[in-house]
């Protein structure tokens, strides 16, 4: 796995996007709107910063949090008669490899380290992968507290008395406004792509080499069942952790060290069985 990052443009450009949206939504939008002395524009403005907070919190950790590694000591055991799923190139019938880091791939990595996400400069794999989950989920729940919070203030009716400083708040509130939409579908939808991955206990790869499976199974009059689907239930433990209390809490709680993960075929489920290295994006 790759160590994690350092910090670029595009973290730059997501902690300045962050900033403006929480500075325009608590001071201007709900200040106009609600007013921070009343009761309910302090309590619009206390969640949204706790909100806020989470978000951020998140999202160093993900920076931080190595994603996992690959031991290098670690190789297949063709010999386990436990374990029935051993990926080989396609090219060929050799165990997957990687000769830059010397270490043989793990059967769901797509590389001895999985994907990179530029967001956060650093990969997501087995040990961050909640984290960056928990994030995406705190993200989309704030864009859309924000969207609420920014439309409210938009058609509120200033009274005359304070018209002089309306038209540079509605500037901030246009602006935020815009850069609101497009980050708020852009989230919405990884979330709810996630969300489908997790449900089917797929990674982004295996999900796409799932449908041309599926499509090469009915071909041969077969039905495709993804080995490492264990039922939404477990599905979800696998990744948020068997706490239920701590779904939401940016603590590594998943199941598994990174290199055994159960699969369908194990029997019964609690056996462990050679798996590896969930590669997210």
């Known amino acids: 796995m790759g160590r994690p990052g350092y910090l ?6 997501a902690l300045a996007a962050i900033g403006y949206v929480y500075y325009t939504t608590v001071f201007v939008a709900v ?3 609600l007013g921070l002395a009343t009761a309910a524009g302090a309590a619009n403005a206390a969640a949204f910063t706790a909100l806020a907070a ?3 919190a998140t999202y160093a950790i993900a920076l931080c949090r190595d994603p996992g590694r690959v031991p290098p000591s670690f190789a297949p055991d063709i010999e386990d008669a436990k374990s029935p799923l051993h990926e080989i190139k396609r090219k060929g019938a050799d165990l997957r490899y990687c000769q830059k880091c010397g270490h043989y791939k793990p059967p769901r990595a797509h590389h001895c380290r999985d994907h ?6 650093n990969c997501v794999g087995h040990e961050n992968y909640k984290i960056f989950f928990i994030f995406v989920l705190y993200a989309v729940t704030a864009c859309f507290y924000a969207m609420i919070l920014i439309i409210g203030s938009a058609t509120y009716s200033v009274p005359v008395d304070e018209q002089s400083s309306n038209d540079s708040s509605r500037t901030s509130i246009i602006i935020c406004g815009i850069i609101l939409c497009p980050l708020t579908l852009a989230l919405t939808m990884l ?10 206990n797929k990674t982004t790869i295996e999900y796409y080499e799932g449908v041309r499976a599926m499509w090469l199974a009915e071909k041969g009059g077969n039905i495709y069942h993804h080995p490492y689907h264990l039922g ?18 940016p603590v590594s709680t998943n199941t598994g060290n990174g290199l055994r993960f159960r ?8 056996t462990p069985l050679i798996t590896d290295n969930l590669s997210r994006s």
């Open 54 to 56: 989470a978000c951020l």
């Open 191 to 200: 979330f709810g792509w996630h969300i489908c991955l997790i449900l089917q």
């Open 232 to 249: 939404v239930y477990e599905n979800l433990i696998s990744v948020l952790g068997p706490n239920i209390f701590c779904w939401l809490c």
């Open 263 to 270: 699969t369908s075929h194990d029997i019964p489920l609690s």
């Open 31 to 33: 200040a106009r709107w």
């Open 8 to 13: 670029t443009l595009p973290i730059f450009s």
């Open 116 to 121: 990179h996400c530029i967001w956060i400069n």
